[in-house]
């Protein structure tokens, strides 16, 4: 069973946002679904919301890639520990692309019920994105 969980969270990484096949989300995703990721602005809400948002990374990272690194599962919970690279060439939160390779990384924690994802908390590196875009300068080194 864990590893029928694990496979469910896989397929959102590695189909919808490695190779951009934007209709698995419905396969994957539950329509009431919520993700609660603190650098949007609020919850996203239902499959439509989670295909704009993986089109819209996409578009600023067409080269995107996630690895996942490490998953466990208990119960009806999958946490994806994972590190996704890219190179910024779209816009991305109203920054134009730079032509940077970055690299960040996350973890997720996933809800399943009846096959698909329900709920989703995300927590990754932002800050990392933001000064390897040149946005938000890196502290000095002492």
Known sequence: MPDDLKAVSRRLIDEVYNEGKLDVVDEVVAPGYVRHDPT?????????????????????????????????????????????????????????????EV???????????????????LNWDALGLMQQLGVVPTMARA
Request: overall charge negative; hydrophobic content about 40%; glycine content about 12%.
């Open 40 to 100: 949007l602005p609020e919850d996203i809400t239902g499959q439509a919301a989670e295909r704009e948002l993986a089109a819209a990374y996409r578009a600023a990272f067409p080269d995107l890639m996630v690895t996942i690194e490490e998953q466990l599962a208990e119960g009806d919970r999958v946490v994806t520990r994972w590190t996704a690279r890219g190179t910024h060439t779209g816009d991305l939160w109203g920054i134009p692309g730079t032509g940077k």
């Open 103 to 121: 690299r960040v990384t996350g973890t997720s924690v996933d809800r399943i019920q009846g096959g698909r994802i329900v709920e989703s908390w």
